[in-house]
């Protein structure tokens, strides 16, 4: 049998503070505390919790970012964190990202051709041909002209850059795209065209998304599965449906109170 | 005499191609002394110059034709002295990011009691005991040990509950609140808004909330403006214009929204095409080239405010059609 596609186990991350006083041992922080998942390809899984709640902290040990101070993350089995420099680039032809901010994540000075196509050009080295074909592939699977390669980000609307970053991330083929708030920063229209994107790319496509974000809504709506995270624990987990609708944990019932409830008709 | 009335506001902003752009086109509201007006829309719809407008703090180069009064004193054409001193006395304004809107070189003492020295001539130890009380009135824990404290040491919640203790310093009339809670945490959210509006009763303030959030609107204010394009394409009492929503704008918007208890996979309503550019208006109703309800009408004049029930309004000429069609999202996208 395959290996899952991602194996989180005992993930655990500690930062040291800078010390108060000299004498004093510096203070630390649990971010992440034994946190376990695993998620099959073309699955999708959802985290929630609040600032501070180790999500983030989740997302860049998963990208390999960051390194775990106990547990693993395996991607196709392989331990993420024991592969060496070239392996790692390797495994990242498997695994992009996409973030919260569309305006800070493209180069201002690159047209959007030359963003989309540079994890191409620097993981697969792939020939100027190539390339441009594949931009044009990948700007089309997220709704964008061919010809829109040609312009610079300034050109477009905030939603229109959240489909170049995500084209961006789909033009190596990736399994699993981690994206961190991708959708809070968006007008509600445009936020629903990038959800339905995201829909369709794991619908048709069988990418699977680690989806973190703290709208409840939005996580309904892409993920198969859900983690409550807070304080670095995951406190509980289920499917979007017996979670939202029967929550067990205080700190679920208290995230789903604070959702504003009138429209949800 | 309404506290503040807006009567055909216009605003035009200087391009960087040197021409000007309208930015705002005939914005008209009022609003009483204890009420609460909510003021939705997407980004670039006007919502913020509205608020900059009244505050007397738009760009530089910024060209304003209409009327903006309060308390019946008109604040167009007047001198920036007098403006300055209408801010934080009798408006006063908070804003979505508490940090930037810090300074964090000062403590939360000299911070807050900067507008009482300056608008009231408290002397600092004065000043210093009233921001005590502020902050307890903010409910931030542990007030007077924060007294001395700088805005780094709070968290985004405690940032903000600073910002509006400044802001309700000298006791103003009314109170203009821009996205002041997109910044932080949800459950954070529902306090930070609960403290503004138990404030706001308190001091009968009126209160004008900026916010893209229309679930969080429907929560808190007794009445709904929607702009687009720099017009309020439609208003009313929340209830109304949230559960009958008259305007085919309002309609997206609503239908755009995920929800909990959505299906997974279930495909949200989209509305086609962009909001317009600034300077690149189109003619008559600016929500038309989107609109799956536009006719050949719609383009050629910019639409009257339609009355659709009482006190109920929509910039639309075919609200009968539109309210004749129940606002599902499966309406919206059938095109």
Redesign the interface.
Known sequence: MNPPLLHVEGLGKRYRLSRRLPWQAAPEVQALDGVDFTLLAGRSLGIVG??GSGKSTLARIVMALERPSAGRVRLDGDDLHALDAAALRAKRQRLQMVFQDPYGSLDPRRTVGHSVAEPLAVLQGAKAAEQAERVAQALHEVGLAPADAAKYPHEF????RQRIAIARALIVRPALIVADEPVSAL???????V??LM?DLR?KLGISFLLIS?????V?????EVLVLQAGRVVERGT??SL?ARPQHPYTQ???????????R | MSLLALADLRVALPLPDGGMADALRGVSLTLEAGATLGLIG??GCGKSLTALAIMGLLPDGSRLAGSIRLDGRELIGLPEREHAALRGRRMAMVFQEPMSALNPLHTLASQIGEPLRLHQGLSASAARAESLRLLERVQLPQASARLDAYPHQLS?GQRQRVVIAIALACRPALLLADEPTTAL??????EVLDLLLQLVREDGMALLLIS?????M??TVQQLAVMYAGQIVEHGTSADV?QTPAHPYTR???A???????A????????PG??PPLGAMPPGCGFAPRCTYAVAACSAAVPWVHPVGPGHTARCIRTDVVQATPPTPDVLNAR
């Open positions: 609040e600032s609307s905030g939603g229109q007008d509600v229209s445009v936020q629903a065209q959800l339905n829909q619908d703290h709208d409840l809504a939005v309904n709506l892409i993920a198969d979007p449906e939202f208290r995230l789903l109170a604070a959702v504003p409830g009138v429209l949800s | 997407e980004s985004g945490d949800a459950t954070v959210q529902r893209h959030d229309l679930a969080m429907a929560q949230l997206g918007l609503i755009a929204r995920p929800r909990l208890g959505l997974r996979g279930t495909r949200l309503a989209t509305i962009r909001v």
